[in-house]
T-cell receptor, first 113, second 113 residues
């Protein structure tokens, strides 16, 4: 059973366009994290959002955590080829004994010059 | 510089061979994890550790084993490699709690022929 659904699975856009990717779940999470992974490398943490309704900005990237702490979105303004990568969302489940992250399948973003 | 290291980066090995994937971190984190990643699929947790002499199996049924004799070292061993073990293996570590992200290694790409 997939806990976190990410959409779209693939996104191919031109440089300068805006985009939004989504991460949805029926479960409530203590926090939600976004990672970016480039080919041949491990995921790298971009942001952690904790409070329902929270919005965080990281240069051209805007992250939002849903009010109910079940979903999140990532918006990129004026995308650049350097934004190309696999974007993964991960929810932290404090209810489990491990207190662990569950990952979505990711959105593969390609930005063409 | 605090980091997490995985070796080898790439490995091609014959069926039936015993292999050990190495993972070391310099951040003093108690929590460490092994994930398996296949294209288009979510990261699957295969083993985790809370600290020295503490190891547990994750979600994905795995024929691998792990050990945690030292805080910084968390090797994964496959006693008898099979083609179904072909995958990307990612090691990660983290501080405790939902506010902290995982630091991932660059991964080991394993191919069993």
């Amino acid at each position: 059973t997939q806990l976190l659904e990410q959409s779209p699975q693939f996104l191919s856009i031109q440089e300068g366009e805006n985009l939004t990717v989504y991460c949805n779940s029926s479960s409530v999470f203590s926090s939600l994290q976004w990672y970016r992974q480039e080919p041949g490398e491990g995921p790298v943490l971009l942001v952690t959002v904790v409070t329902g309704g929270e919005v965080k900005k990281l240069k051209r990237l805007t992250f939002q955590f849903g009010d109910a702490r079940k979903d999140s979105s990532l918006h990129i303004t004026a995308a650049q080829p350097g934004d190309t990568g696999l974007y993964l969302c991960a929810g932290f489940d404090r209810g489990s004994t491990l207190g662990r992250l569950y990952f979505g399948r990711g959105t593969q973003l390609t930005v063409w010059p | 510089e605090a980091d997490i290291y995985q070796t080898p980066r790439y490995l091609v090995i014959g069926t039936g061979k015993k292999i050990t994937l190495e993972c070391s971190q310099t951040m003093g984190h108690d929590k460490m994890y092994w994930y398996q990643q296949d294209p288009g699929m979510e990261l699957h947790l295969i083993h985790y550790s809370y600290g020295v002499n503490s190891t547990e199996k994750g979600d994905l049924s795995s024929e691998s084993t792990v050990s945690r004799i030292r805080t910084e070292h968390f090797p994964l061993t496959l006693e008898s490699a099979r083609p179904s073990h072909t995958s990307q293996y990612l090691c990660a570590s983290s501080p405790p709690g939902p506010l902290y992200g995982y630091t991932f290694g660059s991964g080991t790409r394993l191919t069993v022929v």
